[in-house]
């Protein structure tokens, strides 16, 4: 199969489409075709180039870490969790997230998401679970806060955002995952990071929720919104 | 102290830096990517203390008794009694940070069993305790950052310590992005690197874990500590990139191993040990599991579709997701793999190594574990350890002026521009194929000395090509600089398991099987001129 991929060697160097002609198997995850295509003493591309190796992303290679978020046929994905089997058509054609400066070929400098987050100074600093009320309540509400604190800060819903651009003041769907957890988990905070959410995230989210289509974590976003949109 | 470098930002590393920065010092928080990208967020299974509310007839001389028996009695007494005292402190300072902990359903905290233990105490967040507790520690260390005593420095590595007459003086990182040395001088440097999964490839672990940090510093001095004593999980299942772990929870919910005779289950663990057999230690079933000689598989389904969704979900995805295996239906075809490595940075009862105001915390340093870990006990000592580091480095004063490392500096520089001007048909990332070929065939579950002492040559030869090879343009600079690191590292762990001659927890040597009293002390590797020396810790000069 022809697999495209869009590399840029350095920050600054110019960006160029590469093609590899590659043996993909159903089961090959993106992340094992890439390991496949650099598993070479020589590398070509499809013209017969000799090429360098190509760069991207990983830690856990399970879904659990974010590191290989990247752009699979137009779709912001985790190479690691995407399968040649979930993919259509004949080419495979791999670009880096587009809302973050490159470093190099795939991997790209997702920094803004924290230092966002750090300019809100988005923490619970204390929790008391007997704040809370009723176990019953407090048993309820756990999920969803199981599922924000998983959010792998990926980015994924960021790239798929039609609202964030460069993150200069509007935050996304991460953002607002974990002000809800900050203010559930810390009621004298909340009405403070309810004001950054809503200045950060609720005045400009036009709702299209497709961050919550492509969310590795599944994290239910409308699910924050409703509570702290309140 | 006022100023302390902390390399590492798993959860040793952000639990080191936040205490740190409550007793008022400022912290650079250093790695290449945030902690979201760190191993610690893989931890599934959960975390050992003995509360309150414990188990009847549990205790935290039982949790110390468990842990020292599991760890083949190598471990320090007095430091894992502080581990275990300290454990209740743990817990409580997660759930105060906003740890999402599973929770009873009248509220309390939930716990499990794990293997090699004799009471269910290990505290858990569903299937991903590592992340739930990395997310709050990471709020943590925001705040920190805001009040400007944490200073976070991404797309930085470690290079070296700067090191004069037997004291630290910080380390000198590189930063990815300028692709430049730069000297960060501190009064003090913490090393939380993790593991060294490089060395054996396939794991279960994450792919940042590469030992050069561990390797670096044995080269300038630093002893070592075990490293004979790599952890197998039992029970991991093979895909083509990685071994996946299947969390030791399933059998602490009641998953059973087996395998088949003529068409039979043969439930191995449970004919040898009986009920409690498919939860005795790692080292035990792993060295159980490999004796068969046979595929092994792990049944789950017995435990129903409900139990499972809501316990195991994470294991059911796993299964599904990398080989379509639907857990609630079938049992899961299951091999030992590397999971952890109980040796590591040697360091004393305060985290410090044998160079003065450099101390080493969580899976980068030996401590806690002796022969074989329990599961639970790791996320246990990466926090435990990280406070006990930055407690120490709280009650001590200032270390005075730094000497002048300009000319190391400059020096490294021009090596590593040398090492940008050479080019090679041997990239680096072929040379760490072989060595994980090496490592896998001479240090797997059993070893014996003549396959140690052909590993041991085969990385002298990786090493004498490593240094001429060098630069692989499309690779990051740090996978080339850290290779002779790593292979350094990969020497001393082979010298370390080729002279303790004897079979102890997770070391099994065919040429020796059984255990010497006279052998049951820490082995130390020592960097001296160019020589491995490996002397055991009799005077218990570390871990005691
Ligand atoms: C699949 C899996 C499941 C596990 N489950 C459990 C469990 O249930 N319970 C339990 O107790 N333990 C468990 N463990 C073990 C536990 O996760 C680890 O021991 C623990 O998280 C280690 O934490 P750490 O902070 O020491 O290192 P890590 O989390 O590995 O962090 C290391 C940090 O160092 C950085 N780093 C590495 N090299 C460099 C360098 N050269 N320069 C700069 N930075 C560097 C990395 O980027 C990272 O930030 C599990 C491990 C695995 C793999
Ligand atoms: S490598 Fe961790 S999510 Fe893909």
Redesign the interface.
Known sequence: MNVRILRQLT?TSPTRWEGFNVDVTD???I??LL?HI??N?DIFDDQGNLT????W???????????CAMVVNDQPVLA??TFVRDLKGSTIEIRPLRKFPV??DL?V???SI?EN??SA?????????NETGS?AK??KR?RH??EI??????GLCLEVCPNYTNGLTFFGALFAN?CY??AM??KSKAAEIKALYGEHFGRDCSKALSCMDVCPAQISTISSMAHLNR | MDKVVVIGSGIAGCACAVRLAEAGIHVQLVSP??S????S??AAGGINAVLSDCEEGDSIACHVQDTLRGGHNLAGTQAVRTLCERAPEVIAYL??????F??E???SLARRAFGGQTHRRTYY??S?TG??IV??LV??V??F??QGLIR?R??SSFHSALIRDGRCFGAILYD??SGNLMAEHADALVMATGGQNALFGKTTG???CDGYAAGKLFAQGVDLKNLEFVQYHPTTLET???R?LISEAVRGEGGRLFYLEHGERIYFMEEKYGDGGNLMPRDVVSQEMAATGRETYLDASFLGKDLIDKRLPEVRD?CS??R?IDVAAEPIPVAPSVHFFMGGIAVDNNHETNIQNLFAAGECASMYHGANRLGGNSLLAAICGGWVVADTIADRSRAGASPDFAALLREENQKLARMRDTSS???V??IR?LLAKTMAECLGIVRNDSSLADGISDVDYYLSIAEKISY?????MYANYSLVGILTLAKATLACARQRRESRGAHVRSDYPASQDSLCHASIVSYENGRYRVWLDKDKRYER
């Not at chain 1, 100074?121 to 679970?129: L, M």
């Not at chain 2, 692989?472 to 990051?476: I, L």
């Open positions: 920050p089961d090959m995850s992340a094992g390991d650099n598993y003493d360098t190796r190509i760069g992303e990983c830690s856990c290679l399970q879904g659990a870490c974010g590191a690691c969790e470093v190099h991997i400098d997702r920094s924290h987050l750090t100074n988005v923490c619970i600093e204390s929790y008391d679970p176990q407090l048993v756990q806060q199981y604190a998983k959010c792998l800060k990926c974990d957890l900050v988990r810390n | 990517y945030p979201e990208r760190s191993q967020v893989m759930e105060r940070i906003g740890t999402v599973s929770l359903a009248d509220g967040c569903g991903s992340k739930q997310s709050a709020m943590e925001r705040r950052e805001t976070r991404l797309w990815e992005k994450s792919t940042q083509s990139q990685k996946m796993i997701k990398y379509g048909v041997f990239p990332m072929y194929d692989d343009p499309s690779a990051m």
